[in-house]
């Protein structure tokens, strides 16, 4: 009897190219629900664009994706539109806080303009994330890293398949960072598939990597690039590129030359 847990994300030949150059060439990736998993590699590499695509921000110009096993190249803009809010959670670089409410109603923002209505879903969720102090707090009054924790939990507030980050933990120091990757993990224990990108080197804070390296889930996947210019992503962890417990695996990703 197969107990493996559904594919979350099933990734071929990705690509996307932007009329002024770059994008990414080739990603090939697959991820299973409660896998957490992270893409390493320097600026310009394509990771956010890989973000920007497996979060159906942007439609892949090559290749076939497959989010909980719809297929996304069939869908209209709309049905895919419907997909994403539905199904996929965003964490942003810049965030996207909305400096006018407090905490919870940042996370209950991600249902729409009716706060009032998911009040008790936001401040629960914050609660599990060991927030619920911070839920009547001014965001514009929270630090770096608090601001960060109420973005996952926008993103994981509507039980996604999938949750993507994007340099999560970019400037923290390391206390703060290990809270946003607490989160992070979080969600995958809720059962999404998490995917989180960073530079190559960067480190959460001084002295830690951004990954967990005591946390079998997270395995980052490197992006060096060849003498042709190109990037091509390792497969993490060992047996073919398989990633963590439950089998998320990420093979190649790549980049134009630029």
């Given at each position: 009897?197969?107990t493996?847990?559904?594919w979350v994300?099933q990734g071929?030949g990705?690509?996307?190219s932007?009329a002024?150059?770059?994008?990414?060439?080739?990603?090939?990736?697959?991820?299973?629900?409660?896998?957490?998993?992270?893409v390493?590699g320097p600026?310009?590499?394509?990771?956010?664009t890989?973000?920007?695509v497996?979060?159906?921000?942007l439609?892949?110009?090559?290749?076939?994706?497959?989010?909980?096993?719809?297929?996304t190249g069939?869908?209209s803009?709309?049905d895919r539109?419907?997909?994403?809010?539905?199904?996929?959670?965003?964490?942003?670089?810049d965030?996207g806080?909305?400096?006018?409410?407090?905490?919870w109603?940042?996370?209950a923002?991600a249902?729409?303009?009716r706060?009032?209505?998911?009040?008790?879903?936001?401040r629960a969720l914050l609660?599990e994330?060991?927030m619920?102090h911070l839920a009547e707090s001014?965001?514009?009054e929270?630090?770096g890293?608090?601001r960060q924790?109420?973005a996952v939990a926008?993103a994981?507030v509507?039980?996604p398949?999938?949750?993507?980050a994007?340099?999560?933990?970019?400037?923290?120091?390391?206390?703060n960072?290990?809270s946003?990757?607490?989160s992070l993990?979080s969600?995958?224990?809720r059962?999404?598939a998490?995917?989180l990108v960073?530079?190559?080197?960067?480190?959460?804070?001084q002295?830690r990597?951004?990954?967990?390296p005591?946390d079998?889930?997270?395995?980052?996947v490197r992006?060096?690039?060849?003498?042709a210019?190109?990037?091509?992503?390792l497969?993490c962890g060992?047996g073919?590129?398989r990633?963590g417990?439950?089998?998320?695996r990420?093979?190649?990703a790549?980049?134009?030359?630029?």
């Amino acid at each position: 009897m197969n107990t493996a847990s559904p594919w979350v994300v099933q990734g071929e030949g990705l690509a996307f190219s932007y009329a002024a150059g770059g994008g990414l060439s080739r990603a090939d990736l697959t991820l299973r629900a409660g896998t957490m998993a992270a893409v390493e590699g320097p600026s310009g590499s394509g990771k956010s664009t890989l973000l920007a695509v497996l979060g159906l921000i942007l439609s892949p110009t090559a290749g076939s994706l497959r989010i909980a096993g719809t297929d996304t190249g069939a869908l209209s803009p709309a049905d895919r539109d419907a997909l994403r809010l539905r199904s996929i959670g965003i964490v942003l670089q810049d965030l996207g806080l909305l400096t006018f409410l407090n905490a919870w109603e940042n996370v209950a923002a991600a249902f729409g303009p009716r706060l009032s209505r998911h009040r008790t879903a936001a401040r629960a969720l914050l609660g599990e994330l060991g927030m619920e102090h911070l839920a009547e707090s001014p965001v514009t009054e929270l630090s770096g890293g608090q601001r960060q924790r109420i973005a996952v939990a926008r993103a994981a507030v509507k039980e996604p398949v999938l949750v993507l980050a994007d340099e999560p933990t970019s400037g923290l120091d390391p206390k703060n960072a290990n809270s946003v990757m607490s989160s992070l993990r979080s969600c995958a224990d809720r059962g999404a598939a998490v995917l989180l990108v960073t530079r190559r080197g960067q480190r959460a804070g001084q002295d830690r990597p951004v990954r967990d390296p005591a946390d079998p889930r997270v395995r980052a996947v490197r992006t060096p690039p060849d003498p042709a210019g190109r990037s091509h992503a390792l497969g993490c962890g060992g047996g073919g590129g398989r990633c963590g417990r439950r089998h998320g695996r990420v093979r190649r990703a790549g980049r134009s030359a630029q």
